[in-house]
């Protein structure tokens, strides 16, 4: 069982580094279609976020890890919830057709915080000890 959580959460992983490309893409989202596209992407993404911390949990429950270590994960994947969460709402005023640019600035700000977590999660997790 142990080697399915593995293999799911080095998928989920892949798949995360959506997150990463996601600031870059941000700024292309002033189209309608692009954003919806994003809007999409990201919705995708939430799910495979929370595949990836029902795996990773599994996994931790079987291995010896400190306190530190967990409390900081934990942390970095509910920033990387909060943050694929609230970028919701911008995207969707994208697709609308808001060019005030108040969504886009938001939706930047929201996707490199997510984007800076998941870099602090990969570093945490290629490095654990």
Same mark, same amino acid.
């Given at each position: 069982m142990?080697?399915?959580?593995?293999i799911?959460h080095v998928l989920?992983?892949?798949?995360l580094?959506f997150?990463?490309?996601l600031?870059? &893409?941000?700024?292309?989202?002033?189209?309608p279609?692009?954003?919806?596209?994003?809007h999409r992407?990201? +919705?995708?993404?939430?799910?495979?976020l @929370? &595949?990836a911390f029902?795996?990773?949990?599994?996994? =931790?429950?079987k291995?010896?890890?400190? =306190?530190?270590?967990m @409390?900081?994960?934990v942390v970095?994947?509910?920033?990387m919830?909060?943050m694929t969460?609230?970028?919701?709402?911008?995207?969707?005023?994208?697709?609308?057709?808001?060019?005030?640019?108040?969504?886009? +600035?938001? &939706? +930047?700000?929201?996707?490199?915080?997510?984007? @800076?977590?998941? @870099?602090? &999660?990969?570093?945490?997790?290629?490095?654990p000890k």
């Amino acid at each position: 069982m142990y080697q399915a959580m593995y293999i799911v959460h080095v998928l989920s992983a892949l798949a995360l580094i959506f997150y990463i490309l996601l600031p870059f &893409l941000a700024g292309g989202a002033t189209n309608p279609s692009t954003a919806k596209a994003l809007h999409r992407a990201n +919705r995708i993404g939430q799910y495979v976020l @929370v &595949l990836a911390f029902l795996s990773g949990g599994y996994m =931790v429950s079987k291995a010896e890890y400190s =306190v530190l270590w967990m @409390v900081l994960a934990v942390v970095f994947i509910l920033v990387m919830f909060a943050m694929t969460g609230m970028a919701g709402k911008p995207l969707k005023q994208l697709i609308a057709g808001d060019s005030s640019g108040t969504a886009l +600035r938001k &939706l +930047r700000i929201f996707t490199l915080i997510a984007g @800076v977590s998941y @870099v602090l &999660l990969l570093a945490m997790m290629l490095g654990p000890k």
